[in-house]
């Protein structure tokens, strides 16, 4: 088993560049598979996640070329209709393929995600909106079968919750459908701007990402296209995190600060200086950190879930208490034990977590539980004294691309053994 070993203490200095969004290339990965020719994708990261992707077109018969950070997608020899359940207990965004697969083949079989336990992640948003385009699905024993008899037709869908993944699995299945779909209360998230471009380059008509509601209005066929992921917004915010827990000096490259700005008023409240660029953002972060008031994590344009674990890395060596409210996940605290060892002091209560924060944490052994809490203890480890070892680094490598390589590149003392 992997590990790896940081020795903590040592301050950043230099430029990183970001990787693709892993967030936006699964989902424009799955699109292709609705396309009527060959696609290619720029600026995808090499990570796990982007491997099991590539796994599930090769299984349904797609053409899949990968090279470096480009690849290239034919779907037009695609011919099957199922997921194995070994591919998509490999990650919980394997849903995203759903509506794809029923859209292209007018049926699908798959099993239930697996992924990160974060608690409960219902599908039955995606299952609800499928089943209002014509979808036929019948759940029998952990497995989803599904048809579509009379063909997918647009339908007005508002979403009770404004899920990411739901938005992304109705507007992959209405490019094609007869007729128009309207979703109400949809997800606003930059990763959903960039679906819609990527879709309306191939011909789609999609008007309204990014705002609440988005109408598709569906057409005969889609062309493919060449397209660019956008840079990953929560993988630059953990190495703002990162910079921020180590009193350093740092410069994260290759980002849409847009997409940054939930995250960077913590930053500034922890007294962080920001230099923001056209597409980049210098941080200066104090000998000190002053406590955050309050983090509450929300629906983009507020606090990203995925950025409350890194944050509270950097959070529990502030000076003062820091308050976080987790309103998206119920189970997105399991790295909160790991920090305990590490020195941290942390109470959580429910949905809350309370962060006194302490002088010095100290290196110890550490588990990732999940991508994102893995990421925090990354953040901790460098700001530890001694030596910190972090196991399960196959939940790292689902969403962070040479983590290591990185860090040990802006004057950290990490490597993986």
């Known amino acids: 088993m992997s590990k790896l070993l940081i020795c903590g203490g040592k301050r950043l200095c230099g430029e990183v560049r970001i990787h693709g969004a892993k967030n936006s290339t699964l989902p424009l990965m799955a699109a292709s598979l609705v396309c009527g020719g060959k696609c290619v994708l720029h600026n995808c990261p090499s990570l796990s996640d982007v491997d099991t992707a590539v796994s599930i077109l090769r299984h349904l018969g797609c053409a899949v070329e990968r090279s470096g950070g480009t690849v290239c997608i034919d779907p037009l020899p695609a011919d099957q209709s199922d997921i194995p359940d070994s591919l998509m207990r490999e990650m919980r965004s394997s849903i995203i393929f ?14 239930f995600p697996g992924g990160c336990e974060l608690g409960p992640r219902p599908i039955d948003l995606h299952l609800a909106a499928l089943r209002k385009m014509g979808v036929v699905i019948d759940e029998d024993h952990g497995c989803l079968r599904c048809s579509v008899p009379d063909g997918i037709r647009g339908a007005g869908i508002s979403l009770s919750f404004p899920s990411v993944g739901a938005t992304e699995n109705i507007i992959i299945a209405a490019v094609l459908a007869k007729g128009v779909t309207t979703i109400g209360n949809a997800a606003r998230e930059p990763e959903i701007c960039d679906l819609a471009d990527f879709l309306n380059s191939c011909g ?17 066929k889609l062309s493919g296209c060449e397209h660019r992921v956008i840079p990953d917004r929560i993988a630059a915010a953990t190495y703002l995190a990162a910079a921020a827990a180590t009193g350093s000096t740092l410069t994260v490259s290759s980002i849409v600060p847009e ?21 980049s953002v210098r941080i200066a972060a104090p000998e000190r950190l002053s406590r955050i008031k309050n983090v509450r994590t929300m629906p983009y344009p507020g606090f990203p879930t995925d950025a409350q674990a890194p944050m509270m890395a950097m959070a529990s060596v502030a000076d003062g208490t820091s308050i976080f409210v987790e309103n998206i996940f119920e189970s997105r605290y399991k790295h909160v034990d790991e920090l305990l060892r590490l020195g941290a002091n942390i109470k959580v209560e429910g949905r809350v977590a309370v962060v006194e924060g302490v002088k010095r944490l100290s290196g110890a052994a550490v588990e990732a539980t999940d991508l994102r809490g893995g990421a925090a203890l990354v953040v901790a480890g460098l700001a530890a004294q001694g030596e910190t070892q972090v196991g399960g680094l196959h939940h790292l490598d689902r969403g962070y691309e040479n983590i290591e390589k990185n ?10 053994v």
């Open 259 to 279: 997409h940054l700005q939930p995250v960077f008023p913590a930053l500034e409240e922890s007294g962080c200086a920001l230099r923001i660029g056209a597409d």
């Open 407 to 416: 860090l040990s590149s802006l004057g950290a003392d990490i490597e993986r």
């Open 98 to 111: 759903l509506g794809a697969i029923v859209s292209r083949m007018g049926r699908a079989v798959l099993s």
């Open 204 to 220: 789609a008509r999609i008007r309204g990402a990014g705002e609440s509601t988005i109408v598709i209005e569906g057409v005969r």
